[in-house]
């Protein structure tokens, strides 16, 4: 992150009706290359560009929690070179970004199995989560080596615990309490979940959080995405109608 952008064209956007929570599902690296007859690395290189660009815009525009599906628990069983080319990017994207990140005031996090990280990449992430602990203008959450299902067994664990200690009821388990056993813990929900590249599906990501996100999908390749079309989708998310179950211009869940 060297130079400093211009600021982004928000025409059109209502910044008053901004979604609090953005998830993307950033998809399509490994095709992108493909098509340039290239090695999927490069498409991953290429992707940990848009990274950059999506953090900044959202930044700009005051999203307050951003959170990217960068390596699923599903991802251990790509090729050992794919997965250790992936890991080596990751922790350089950490290194390079730090300074960057951390003078914006943008808290990272980690949303998944940390301890089944390589120790160089578990060290870089955890010293930049404590670096960047204290920061309030964004929340970037990295989904790493993360499953919606995963998380939903460690949530259920945990308050199993609760309960054969004797210290919680089942009776007062809500929907409250599970949320907070899950990695996103006291965040809100997203409002919004992008998928790039095309594909109709979640593939595992947040199954509990994204019950009533407004969903996204975009046949762009994550590599080719880029700040027009993000704030294309947020004017789109805009003029839609977000019901949550009740009769059109009902108000939001309290
Ligand atoms: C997304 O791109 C990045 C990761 C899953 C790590 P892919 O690598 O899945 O790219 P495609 O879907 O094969 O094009
Ligand atoms: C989802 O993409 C995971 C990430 C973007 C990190 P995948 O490429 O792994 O998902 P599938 O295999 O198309 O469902
Ligand atoms: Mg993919």
Redesign the pocket.
Known sequence: MNSNPPPPDLSGLDPAKLPIHIAII???????A?RRLLN?VK??EK?ADTVRTVVRTCRQIGIHFLTL????TE?WQ?PKV?VSA?MTLLKKYIVSEKNELHQQNIRINVLGEMESLPADVRTALNDIISLTRNNAAMTVNLALSYGGRAEIVKMVREIALEVQAGRLAPEAIDAGLVARHLYTGTMPDPDLLIRT?G?MRISNFLLWQIAYAEIFVTPT??PDFDREEFLAILRQYQARERRFGKIPEASPPQ
Do not use: I, T
């Not at 950033?26 to 992108?32: A, K, S």
């Not at 599906?69 to 699923?72: I, K």
């Open positions: 950033m998809d399509g690296n490994g095709r992108w493909k999927r498409g991953h992707g599906y960068a390596f699923s991802n790509r794919e992936l590249s594909e390749l994550w």
